[in-house]
């Protein structure tokens, strides 16, 4: 079965680091697109960044471009969101997700892991 979980969230001072990692286990059949997205309290699920995953090919949301850098590690399944200059409004619970094509939406992809929090203070 399918699995994406993800890890590396925690608190940080604003202006410091983190970096989040996905980690895939199984078959992600046509999976050609895998990406971060975040959700605060009361807010919906925004598409922080994403890459498709044969070509490295990224997208930014315009509030983290410049702060935030995905990545992925083919050999080993995983994916990561390198946070740098990390703000208040960055807070939020974050979530990797795979699918076929690089959406904004939620319905662009397939799998979802459970979210690990960030906070920035």
């Known amino acids: 079965q399918v699995q994406l979980v993800e890890s590396g969230g925690g608190s940080v001072q604003a202006g410091g680091s983190l970096r989040l990692s996905c980690a895939a286990s199984g078959y992600i059949f046509g999976s050609g697109c895998m990406g971060w997205f975040r959700q605060a309290p009361g807010k919906e699920r925004e598409r922080v960044a994403n890459?498709?995953?044969?070509?490295?090919?990224?997208y930014y949301a315009s509030s983290v471009k410049g702060r935030f850098t995905i990545s992925q590690d083919n050999a080993k399944n995983t994916m990561y969101l390198q946070m740098n200059s990390v703000e208040p409004e960055d807070t939020a619970m974050y979530y990797c997700a795979a699918g076929s094509v690089c959406g904004a939406g939620r319905w662009n992809y397939r799998y979802w892991g459970q979210g690990t929090q960030v906070t920035v203070s």
């Open positions: 890459t498709y995953t044969s070509t490295a090919t990224t």
